[in-house]
């Protein structure tokens, strides 16, 4: 059995001893033949696919502008949240297919699609 850490200084040492979160690799960027980042999003009932690629700020979903899918302002802002944090806003198009859940919960899934194919389409110098 693992020993018993008693302490918040023998946690500190053995926490520092693990070599396996030091020695991980950079993360390597994933695009398709066209420069596209592929991601799913998942928020309650509803599953969103996600494409991402450099371009003007445009977003359709299902084949609509986001100001005619997302008719909300607040729905509007949860999609801009990803750019925003990431400091890429209007560099980046989105195309996005949605089902299942309400208008709120396909919001959210396609903003955690978008957050994650942001990460796949830039190498980071550190893992995340």
Do not use: C
């Amino acid at each position: 059995m693992a020993e018993e850490l008693k302490s918040l200084d023998e946690l500190k040492s053995a926490v520092a001893a693990t070599p396996a979160a030091v020695a991980s690799a950079p993360r390597e960027a994933q695009r398709d033949s066209l420069g596209r980042s592929y991601a799913t999003g998942k928020r309650k009932d509803a599953v969103a696919r996600v494409w991402v690629k450099p371009g003007s700020g445009k977003v359709v979903v299902n084949g609509k502008d986001i100001a005619q899918y997302f008719a909300r302002p607040v729905l509007q802002m949860i999609l801009r949240q990803p750019f925003e944090v990431a400091g890429v806003v209007g560099q980046y198009d989105v195309y996005a297919t949605v089902a299942g859940g309400g208008l709120s919960g396909q919001a959210g899934a396609v903003k955690h699609g978008i957050s994650k194919a942001l990460q796949l389409h830039e190498r980071a110098s550190a893992p995340l």
